[in-house]
Each structure stands twice: as C-alpha cells, then as structure tokens.
C-alpha cells in the first residue's frame, strides 16, 4: 500500500527558504520507473506542477520559477525534499507530494501541508 | 508550455444523468492525458489516463476518450459521491499542465 505525507513549516517570511518533505512507504525510490513529484494548489484554484525526481536521481523543474527550486531524495529513508528559494505570498498554497509513474502520472497523493507566506 | 482549457468550468447536474466534461490541448498530446478528481478538502485522485484507461477501483461508471487535441472525461449515471472538482492534465511534455477544473455540483 503506498501512502505519502508531507511536513513542512506552516508559515514562513517573504524572502525565506522553504523546505518540504515527503514521507513514503509502499515503494522505494531506487526502484527502476519510480519517482516522486511535488505540485501545488492555491486555495480554490488549480494544480501546478513543480518538479519530480526518479529513481535514477534524474530531476525535473517547471522553468516557471526558474532555479528557485530544488528535489532531492533520501532513499534509504523513503523520503523526498522540496526547498523554494525565496518565498513571497505568491507561494503560498498546499503543497502536495505524489508517487509518480511511467509518463509523470500522479497516482497516489499526499493529503498535502499548507503553507502560507506572510510577513 | 502545453496549454489545457477545460470545458465547462462549473456543472450542476441531477442523479442518475450522463455528464461529459471536456479538455482541449494547445497542441497534439497523443494521448498523453489523464483526469483527476478532487473531493471537497481532499487530495486528487487519479481517475483516468492515456486518455481511456481506467485506474484501478475507479467504478466503471467513468469512461474517457479523445485523441491528438480534444479529450472528454464522460460520467455515466451520476452518483452523489461524484460531487467534486476534475483536472485534466497533459503528461506528453514538461512541463506537465493541468486545466483549470469543472466544478460538478448536484441539481
């Protein structure tokens, strides 16, 4: 059974760094085809991508924030990291993690961990 | 970027009627798309993908299909627990892009 579970901060400044995590069991991220994701959803608005990380330790970002965005995974721990660099209150959203398969299908989601940017 | 309009935005439909959303690429995804739905406060769940397949225990109720450009996501007999909101979202290329949702509401 595969079950995901972010942590995060809760609040953080405008200009700050945020760091996520993603916390997994049912799968391992060294096995081949597996991969982690991590998108977004504003509060009543629609989903974002941001980026994904495969068992090869190949990385994927959205180019629309550029280089603020970081993944890396920690196999032996089944855990997945998120960092944003500096945040401003467009970040703010729930921010979810999601196994990822074949051709970057979500199919098992994180209940996801609100973060609110605010001075 | 890969473009998705969805179609329509809002839905109020009875139980018991067929309701059909609609998604519309920018440009040919070949199939590469997939439908999710949100429950209120929920995280999203993976309905549909490759346009047509069904995810395992989604009820048989659901059905996609579409090709090149335009794809539909079609609930047959709808049922009180399919009040929710459905993405659809292109996995043909980086980076990957969701519609913006239809909202589906009972009448």
């Known amino acids: 059974q595969v079950t995901l579970k972010e942590s995060g901060p809760g609040i953080l400044q405008p200009s700050h760094t945020l760091s996520l995590t993603c916390s997994f069991s049912g799968f391992s991220l060294s096995t081949y085809g597996m991969g982690v994701s991590w998108i977004r959803q504003p509060s009543g608005k629609g989903l974002e991508w941001l980026a994904s990380?495969?068992?090869?330790?190949?990385?994927y970002n959205n180019p629309s924030l550029k280089s603020r965005l970081t993944v890396s995974k920690d196999t032996s721990n089944n855990q997945a990291f998120l960092k944003v660099t500096s945040v401003d209150t467009a970040d703010t959203a729930t921010y979810y993690c999601?196994?990822?398969?074949?051709?970057?299908?979500?199919?098992?989601w994180g209940q996801g961990v609100m973060v609110t940017v605010s001075s | 970027d890969i473009q998705m309009t969805q179609s329509p935005a809002s839905l109020s439909a009875s139980l018991g009627e067929t309701v059909t959303i609609e998604c519309l690429a920018s440009?040919?995804?070949?199939?590469?798309l997939a439908w999710y739905q949100q429950k209120p406060g929920k995280s999203p769940q993976l309905l549909i993908y490759?346009?047509?397949s069904l995810n395992d225990g989604v009820p048989s109720r659901f059905s996609g299909s579409g090709s090149g450009t335009q794809y539909s996501l079609k609930i047959n007999s709808l049922q009180s627990e399919d009040v929710s909101i459905y993405f659809c979202q292109q996995n043909y290329d980086s980076p990957y892009t969701f519609g913006a949702g239809t909202k589906l509401e009972l009448k």
């Open positions: 990380i495969w068992w090869n330790g190949n990385t």
């Open positions: 999601a196994h990822t398969r074949g051709t970057t299908l979500f199919d098992y």
């Open positions: 440009e040919d995804i070949y199939s590469n």
């Open positions: 490759y346009a047509n």
